[in-house]
Antibody, heavy 120, light 110 residues
């Protein structure tokens, strides 16, 4: 059964870099028929797509975060990663990783999410 | 900047029918945007309901259906149940590797 498990520090200081990892089990991150991505949800707010990557390394970013975000895959570890630099309190959110269908362009499997708080 | 619009809130009576919509600030929503719909209850990850406009995800009851109504994507719940009370999000694929979420609709069943 496919499972996605996010991990990372629960607390990040302002101006530092947030680093998250998503471990994929039950599927290969080198799948030809899926993308992998990150979505976040600030407290009390809606969902926001952040970034998506194909196993080849082709990456796509939401315009508002593009200058601060890097998404990557480690095929040897079957992991997806997200780095968000120069964080502020507005980056406080639950961060979800997800698998996206390559042909129908939707999120078909979600992780449970990890909470990240930006505070000094 | 692309804005995907949804009703902020909606209410439906148990057993009733409700249609939530998903619009686009700069265009009409069509199947080429591959509209998908997600249900989220507080504190939980989202659950995929509908993809590719009108295809139900595995295990989703047939009281949930998707369509294009006029210039918007639509999610219709027929025979609403108490546990349908959730937040509902649409997502549009804009092409070139870009996805955009709508702001979400909070559905109350009462």
């Amino acid at each position: 059964q496919l499972q996605l498990q996010e991990s990372g520090p629960g607390l990040v200081r302002p101006s530092e870099t947030l680093s998250l990892t998503c471990t994929v089990s039950g599927d290969s991150i080198s799948s030809l028929t899926h993308y992998w991505g990150w979505i976040r949800q600030p407290p009390g707010k809606g969902l926001e797509w952040i970034a998506t990557i194909y196993y080849t390394g082709s990456a796509y970013y939401t315009p508002s975060l593009k200058s601060r975000v890097t998404i990557s895959v480690d095929t040897s570890k079957n992991q997806l990663s997200l780095k968000l630099s120069s964080v502020t309190a507005s980056d406080t959110a639950v961060y979800y990783c997800a698998r996206l269908d390559f042909y129908s362009y939707y999120m078909d499997v979600w992780g449970k999410g990890t909470t990240v708080t930006v505070s000094s | 900047q692309t804005v995907v619009t949804q009703e902020p809130s909606f209410s439906v009576s148990p057993g009733g029918t409700v249609t939530l919509t998903c619009g686009l600030s700069s265009d009409s929503v069509s199947t080429r945007y591959f509209p998908s719909w997600y249900q989220q209850t507080p504190g939980q990850a989202a659950r995929t309901l509908i993809y590719n406009t009108n295809t139900r995800s595995s295990g989703v009851p047939d009281r949930f259906s998707g369509s294009i109504l006029g210039n918007k994507a639509a999610l219709t719940i027929t025979g609403a149940q108490a546990d349908d009370e959730s937040d509902y999000y649409c997502v549009l694929y804009m092409g070139s590797g870009i996805w955009v979420f709508g702001g979400g609709t909070r559905l109350t069943v009462l």
